[in-house]
């Protein structure tokens, strides 16, 4: 580890160079941030989100690249399951992301433990690729939340799930004005393709946060 000390990213949130998950469990709201690199190990990295949420507060994961929020979300997904199997089901893993920098090149992702589980069935599935625009599926993801659809997005592969997570970030921006907030909860789903038979693609249920507007007719 390093010295311990506290530094001040440029993106204004604090974190300790040398802390174990253990001191970063006990560390205060804003502090309690685990950073992700290409090489996190996503169970390892679940495990450290469990325990810190064990102490309180869920942490900030900082994700430092499309190749680390992809490692962020399967470690989501993971600590989510892991949940769901200690706690008889009573805390559901959540993620607010939002951009970092005003370029909107990258993202931190806060988790939160929600007592009430996502909605079970969507209403409206969108897909998306690693070639795919986030802001244009940030704009039908919106435009389905005003309707009041429950909206499923699925993505195979880490730069689709990054988009998938950019366009979350985006649908949180352009509905923010109108009082409407969303988190995702991710999980991993098997479906069948005639190309490649089986694949593992990752589910993101897109949803409002209590306190947001009413929305739907």
């Known amino acids: 580890g390093g010295g311990g000390g506290s ?14 998950v ?3 469990a006990a560390a ?7 950073k992700v690199s290409a090489t996190t190990d996503a169970k390892a990295l679940a495990g450290s989100i469990v325990l810190v949420c064990d102490g309180g507060y869920a942490p900030l994961l900082l994700p430092m690249g499309a190749q680390c929020v992809n490692q ?36 931190q992702m806060q988790c939160d433990k929600e007592t009430k589980g996502p909605w079970r069935t969507s209403t409206a599935d969108l897909v998306v690729g690693g070639g795919t625009e986030p802001t ?5 993801i919106a ?10 997005v699925r993505a195979c592969g880490a730069d689709a799930v990054a988009n ?19 988190f ?13 038979g089986e694949r593992t693609v990752v589910l993101f249920r897109v949803c409002k946060a209590s306190g947001s507007a009413a929305t739907g007719k």
């Open 7 to 20: 530094s001040k990213t440029p993106y204004g949130t604090k974190h300790h160079r040398g802390r174990s």
């Open 22 to 24: 253990s001191e970063i």
């Open 28 to 34: 205060p709201n804003g502090e309690r941030t685990l």
């Open 72 to 107: 962020a979300v399967k470690a989501i997904a993971i600590a989510r399951g892991q949940f769901l199997e200690n706690e008889n089901g009573q805390t559901f893993l959540s993620c607010f992301p939002s951009f970092r920098d005003d370029n909107r090149n990258t993202v």
């Open 136 to 140: 244009k599926v940030a704009g039908a």
């Open 143 to 152: 435009g389905k939340i005003r309707e009041g659809e429950k909206v499923a």
């Open 164 to 182: 998938a997570v950019f366009a979350v970030a985006h649908a949180r921006r352009f509905l923010a004005d109108e009082g409407i907030d969303l």
């Open 184 to 196: 995702f909860t991710p999980e991993f789903e098997k479906e069948q393709t005639k190309e490649r």
